[in-house]
């Protein structure tokens, strides 16, 4: 299979080192991380090599003791690393990036950074401490078809500052693209009108999108893996990998969250830490508007002759009223049969039965009726044979809705 470009690849970034306190080696020490890598592969005008950019980077050191002569007494020291972690904001992504040769995989990449005394909190007692900038460069290959690369870097020396003769010696890393290590996350919603069990359903199971009247109650639900926290916007902030919020909620210190939802709302959620891949998913919530339109599609059932669609009440705010439907056949795989007769059904309502004398057309509803429910399509009239041909064609209807409150 041919690899199309330019492409962006996710890279899992294991880091692992032995660090000395100088060229000549000594006692050193052994310093490994994780992070994820966002490479950008593009193709040059110049060249037949593709350009390597890197987009985002982020990288964790797991707390260690490196032996070095800080104050340059003579006798080794330790430098403490804890909590180390490194972003894109520490890359100067400009000047970082390289070359990749899609023929041979050779893979070639420097990472420009700086390391501030912040983020040193080693050396916090020099508070006049002059960042301190780094080049590393990467050599490896990388196989994009099969998914896989590895790369190991070059020793590096520090070669003026505080750190001079700290000396690096990277070790080789290898992994999967786009996977060995990737977080998920899964954000649904569901109408609370359906009842309060809407909040047991399992996040992954979970509407993605649902339409309500201004002010109906949803709970949002998440569940995540392979990260520290879960990030959703807006209001919500970051939360605990799995969990549901109740919107409005009367109880909430958050004014925000207080506040019913009175438009159309887009809600994301983002993995937070854990060094993977990270995931991203989103639901819609639809507030409907009087006149507002909802289109729909039935599938034929061959049993008993009909359409049928089930929009669910999870999904579906009861207070949206039905005031009209239309049989729409301007698609292609349209049913072409010109008459029919819709039956709404719904638990605790009275059935309702509405003619639609021609297609293309809006046909009143007798009486309005709650949005969720079953919709069954009868051809009319009763018991007439339609083509065979329709019977594997969909039937595409749309609803006129009002919201009553």
Not at 39 to 63: F, G, M, N, T, Y
Not at 103 to 128: C, I, N
Not at 361 to 379: C, H, I, K, M, V
């Amino acid at each position: 299979m041919k690899t199309e470009f330019p492409q962006r690849l996710w890279l899992p970034m294991p880091f692992s080192a032995l660090v000395y306190p100088s060229s000549e080696g000594g006692r050193g020490a052994s310093v490994t991380g994780l992070g994820h890598l966002a490479l950008l592969l593009e193709p040059r005008a110049d060249s037949q090599h593709l350009a390597v950019r890197i987009e985002d980077i982020a990288l964790k050191l797991d707390p260690a003791r490196i032996p070095f002569d800080i104050d340059r007494d003579g006798r080794l020291e330790c430098l403490e690393l804890e909590g180390i972690a490194l972003g894109p904001e520490d890359f100067d992504l400009e000047k970082s990036g390289g070359r990749y040769d899609p023929k041979s995989g050779a893979l070639a990449v420097s990472f420009v950074f700086t390391l501030h005394p912040r983020t040193l909190k080693l050396l916090g007692a020099d508070p006049g401490l002059s960042p301190l900038r780094f080049e590393v460069r990467e050599q490896g290959w990388l196989d994009v078809e099969r998914g896989i690369f590895a790369t190991h870097s070059a020793q590096l020396v520090v070669p003026d500052g505080p750190l001079a003769g700290l000396t690096v010696l990277g070790g080789q890393g290898e992994g999967t693209i786009n996977g060995g290590c990737s977080a998920s996350v899964a954000l649904g919603v569901a109408v609370l009108s359906a009842g309060p069990a809407a909040i047991d359903i399992p996040a992954g199971q979970a509407p993605t999108e649902v339409w309500i009247c201004p002010r109906t109650s949803v709970v949002l639900l998440w569940d995540s893996s392979n990260c520290d926290n879960v990030d959703i916007q807006p209001d919500l902030g970051v939360r605990p990998t799995s969990g549901h919020q109740v919107i409005p909620d009367p109880a909430s210190t958050n004014a925000d969250l207080r506040r019913a939802i009175d438009r159309n709302t887009v809600y994301t959620a983002d993995t937070v830490g854990g060094g993977c891949y990270p995931a991203h998913d989103q639901v819609k919530i639809n507030v409907v508007e009087d006149g507002d339109e909802v289109p729909q599609s039935a599938s034929y059932n061959r049993e008993f002759n009909y359409w049928v669609a089930y929009l669910p009440d999870h999904t579906y705010d009861h207070s949206i009223k039905v005031d009209q439907v239309i049989v729409d056949t301007t698609k292609a795989d349209s049913v072409t049969h010109p008459s029919w007769r819709l039956d709404h059904l719904r638990a605790g309502e009275a059935p309702v039965g509405t003619t639609i004398p021609a297609v293309n057309a809006w046909a009143n509803t007798p009486a309005a009726f709650s949005l969720p429910g079953e919709y069954r399509f009868t051809p009319q009239p009763p018991g007439v044979a339609v083509p065979s041909g329709d019977q594997q064609k969909t039937l595409y209807f749309r609803l006129k809705l009002r919201c009553s409150l």
